[in-house]
């Protein structure tokens, strides 16, 4: 009994040390990527929307330490610009504390990035631009000119749209930064939950395989009452 015992904590011990040691390659992969990066700024709005992110779920003491791993120190400005290395750095040190895979982290802040900090500081700009599903992600690009004229160095992404049916579309997403495929997935995911409808979202192409573009089928529906 005292063998199968010890045997089961060393195939534990083995267990959790191969799901770190995942966790670790995953890092790097998302560093290696961050590292083809150009000088470029994004403002502090998006470190902001991070921090709230893990403050509402994982609380202060994760947080601390997220900015500790990302070597940030003291408060982060929302109209302050920052160079994208930091939001980068940011992300990775969530993947590694918070032991989650990039995607996932990825997504959820797409995600939280819809429904949190543009429904609600946003929501006027928001309803200007679409009051349905396709008809926002039609005007994105004319909402983020809109956007920069307050943020005047911001260097937003372009999406374009194609309707493919009455029930499916194709976003491609252009941007001069990489890695972020699927914080792109997790727009029209919290869209979908915005505008009350059932989205699925498949990866067709990235731009880390070679395309000019990330590119995304979508299909969506209204969620029934029924």
């Not at 560093?31 to 709005?45: A, D, P, S, V």
Request: hydrophobic fraction near 40%.
């Amino acid at each position: 009994m005292q063998r199968l015992s010890v045997s089961q904590n060393h195939l534990q011990q083995k267990q959790k040390d191969d799901f770190f040691q995942t966790r670790k390659q995953q890092c790097r992969l998302f560093y290696q990527q961050i590292l083809i990066l150009e000088e470029t700024q994004m403002y502090g709005l998006v470190n902001k929307a991070v921090e709230s992110l893990v403050l509402s779920k994982f609380g202060q003491d994760t947080w601390d330490i997220i900015c500790e791993k990302a070597n940030i120190s003291g408060p982060i400005i929302s109209m302050k610009s920052y160079d994208d290395q930091v939001t980068y750095d940011l992300v990775g040190a969530c993947v590694e504390v918070l032991e989650m895979p990039v995607e996932d982290v990825l997504h959820t802040f797409g995600e939280y990035w819809v429904l949190d900090v543009a429904v609600v500081n946003y929501s006027n700009l928001m309803d200007a631009h679409g009051m349905g599903f396709v008809e926002f992600v039609k005007n994105l690009d004319q909402m983020h000119s809109r956007i920069q004229m307050t943020f005047d160095t911001l260097n937003p992404p372009s999406f374009q749209c194609q309707e493919l049916d009455a029930e499916t579309i194709k976003i491609s997403y252009f941007s001069e930064r990489p890695g972020l495929t699927h914080f792109v997935v997790g727009l029209p995911s919290g869209l979908g939950k915005h505008f009350q409808e059932d989205v699925n979202i498949e990866i067709l192409a990235t731009k880390a395989e070679g395309a000019v573009s990330d590119d995304f089928r979508v299909i969506h529906r209204p969620i029934s009452n029924s």
